[in-house]
């Protein structure tokens, strides 16, 4: 518009100049020379004009097209302006789907981990189980092995009580055959046993019997089946026996004895209390952690020359230090 405007005033200017010149000229000649020299002068104004004004409608019609090339291309700049913001908001949508989709991913990827430790979870549970099992199976194999050896003692017994019976029965004859030598050899060995229990039990009923025995060095891979304690601390009675682990009643009695064992870092311990071979009392250390502590006391009524020791039944390796942690002792009541 601006462009237009001062086309106008240029035209008007030069227009104005022109009118001007042949103005003066006409006042200043008045002779029929000068009179046909302003003609020649009015006709080429004229010229100039009509030349001008075609210039001028060229120029404006020029501005005109300039004018609606400028719309148009205001037009298509708008249309690329929102073509610019659909595409900024595509963009802006395809982020906010991507963020959406990472956090979706993120989200699936906590979910597997979480399946993973529950998965190792179960894994743990199904070995701890598996583990159960086997001792289970293996205490009933011991058990077996008991029940047999019973069956066994159960059996001798028998066969000695059958010939117990038949000796019975051959000396119940002979004693009617001769009671009255019976009666008095009977009286004879009652008070020679009387005097011998009193002679015995005056000699051993004040004498102490007590133990105490440890292990001083620990060991990641024992297996075997009599746990030695080679520590000595105390041994009243001499009954305790540090080469072979186990302990003989040097008179009858009421006897305590108690087992602590610690396992040997994560490792499974389970240790017996036996009394002639048959099994007391049990002690558990558990792999769940490390270095368990199992520990049982029992009461057992002795003979004189029953022995007592402690005996594995499942696991490996034990723990101490130098002060003893894992112990065996036992005492007469």
């Keep these: 518009?601006?462009?237009?405007?001062?086309?106008?005033?240029?035209?008007?200017?030069?227009?104005?100049?022109?009118?001007?010149?042949?103005?003066?000229?006409?006042?200043?000649?008045?002779?029929?020379?000068?009179?046909?020299?302003?003609?020649?002068?009015?006709?080429?104004?004229?010229?100039?004009?009509?030349?001008?004004?075609?210039?001028?409608?060229?120029?404006?019609?020029?501005?005109?097209?300039?004018?609606?090339?400028?719309?148009?291309?205001?037009?298509?700049?708008?249309?690329?302006?929102?073509?610019?913001?659909?595409?900024?908001?595509?963009?802006?949508?395809?982020?906010?789907?991507?963020?959406?989709?990472?956090?979706?991913?993120?989200?699936?990827?906590?979910?597997?981990?979480?399946?993973?430790?529950?998965?190792?979870?179960?894994?743990?549970?199904?070995?701890?189980?598996?583990?159960?099992?086997?001792?289970?199976?293996?205490?009933?194999?011991?058990?077996?092995?008991?029940?047999?050896?019973?069956?066994?003692?159960?059996?001798?017994?028998?066969?000695?009580?059958?010939?117990?019976?038949?000796?019975?029965?051959?000396?119940?004859?002979?004693?009617?055959?001769?009671?009255?030598?019976?009666?008095?050899l009977s009286s004879d060995v009652s008070s020679l046993q009387a005097f011998q229990k009193n002679m015995s039990v005056g000699a051993v009923k004040d004498t102490p019997v007590a133990f105490t025995a440890g292990i001083t060095s620990s060991s990641s891979s024992w297996d075997g089946d009599i746990l030695v304690f080679p520590h000595v601390i105390t041994n009243k009675g001499q009954g305790y026996s540090s080469s072979s682990g186990k302990f003989t009643a040097p008179r009858d009695g009421t006897y305590v004895f108690t087992v602590t064992v610690v396992s040997y870092s994560t490792n499974h311990l389970r240790l017996d209390i036996v009394h002639d071979g048959v099994r007391k009392v049990r002690t558990y250390s558990h792999s769940s952690t490390h270095y368990q502590t199992g520990t049982n006391l029992v009461v057992l009524e002795l003979d004189r020359g029953d022995a007592v020791w402690v005996k594995r039944y499942v696991g490996r390796g034990y723990y101490t230090y130098s002060v003893p942690l894992t112990t065996f002792s036992g005492f007469i009541l």
């Design 1 to 184: 518009m601006m462009s237009r405007l001062v086309l106008v005033f240029l035209f008007v200017v030069q227009t104005n100049s022109l009118s001007v010149l042949t103005d003066d000229k006409s006042r200043a000649t008045k002779t029929d020379g000068e009179t046909v020299l302003v003609r020649q002068l009015l006709n080429q104004e004229t010229l100039i004009r009509m030349a001008l004004d075609r210039k001028v409608n060229d120029l404006v019609k020029g501005m005109a097209d300039l004018k609606k090339n400028m719309e148009t291309s205001n037009q298509q700049l708008q249309d690329a302006k929102r073509e610019i913001e659909t595409n900024k908001q595509q963009l802006q949508d395809a982020k906010r789907k991507i963020e959406t989709n990472n956090q979706q991913l993120q989200d699936a990827k906590r979910e597997i981990e979480t399946n993973k430790q529950q998965l190792q979870d179960a894994k743990r549970e199904i070995e701890t189980n598996n583990q159960q099992l086997q001792d289970a199976k293996t205490e009933i194999a011991a058990l077996k092995n008991e029940n047999s050896a019973l069956k066994a003692k159960w059996q001798v017994l028998s066969n000695l009580t059958t010939l117990l019976s038949d000796n019975l029965t051959t000396t119940i004859n002979t004693v009617k055959e001769s009671q009255h030598s019976q009666r008095e």
